[in-house]
């Protein structure tokens, strides 16, 4: 019998651009643009971000207000279209709740797994929250406990955990210096490049 299929996507990269480089274009601030493209620990990244915020006094909705004006990638819902008629989509990213939901309205609400932020009486951000560390793993590994066939598809150090434990794993449009690192998954540099992967590793009609 054919497992279904869940496809898993990082967010800012693969379907949208990043939340922290508007922001730091918007502002100004050359150290916002620091991404986990760039940076392999994730804690020691966004202490940076929280600390780098405190000192220019940006407040969470300074960051909506930039995330707000983001849309997808061009040909973001085109390829989206197509997978959702496939299978399952899960997005699992390292952003917050606490500024996506203009980003997920425009892709009409998929679900999405990510984490928290602790913000105090005057809008500043305090703390963030993870979920569960190494959340996009532990996702891809709870769903093929269930019975599914997981593919994965990201761009960055955080979603190579992903996409190791995933029974297909692409990464898309990441810098050359990640590919060098980690050869062993195919590389997509267009949506009609990832389909083609996805829809080979799913099983699924083109």
């Avoid at 274009?25 to 405190?54: F, N, P, S």
């Avoid at 990213?93 to 602790?118: A, N, Q, R, W």
């Avoid at 996009?136 to 593919?151: D, E, N, T």
Wanted: proline share 6%.
């Amino acid at each position: 019998m054919a497992q279904p299929v869940v496809t898993c996507l990082d967010m800012e990269g693969v379907l949208f651009p990043e939340i922290w480089l508007a922001l730091a274009d918007k502002v100004g601030i050359q150290e916002l643009r620091l991404t986990t493209r760039d940076v392999a620990d994730y804690d020691v990244l966004m202490k940076k971000r929280l600390e780098v915020l405190k000192v220019h006094r940006i407040t969470l909705r300074d960051i909506q207000e930039v995330a707000s004006t983001i849309s997808p990638l061009p040909g973001v819902p085109d390829f989206i279209g197509w997978l959702r008629e496939r299978c399952q989509i899960i997005i699992l990213s390292d952003t917050y709740y606490e500024f996506v939901g203009p980003l997920m309205k425009k892709l009409e609400f998929p679900t999405i797994f990510c984490h928290t932020l602790g913000v105090d009486s005057h809008g500043f951000i305090t703390d963030y929250f993870l979920r569960q560390h190494d959340q996009k793993r532990h996702a891809v590994s709870a769903l093929k406990g269930i019975g599914f066939r997981v593919l994965a598809g990201g761009d960055s150090y955080n979603d190579v955990s992903m996409l190791k434990e995933a029974d297909a794993g692409f990464f898309f449009c990441p810098p050359d210096s990640i590919v060098q690192e980690f050869p062993q998954f195919p590389v997509a540099r267009s949506y009609a490049e990832f389909q083609e992967h996805i829809g080979r590793a799913g099983g699924f009609p083109s």
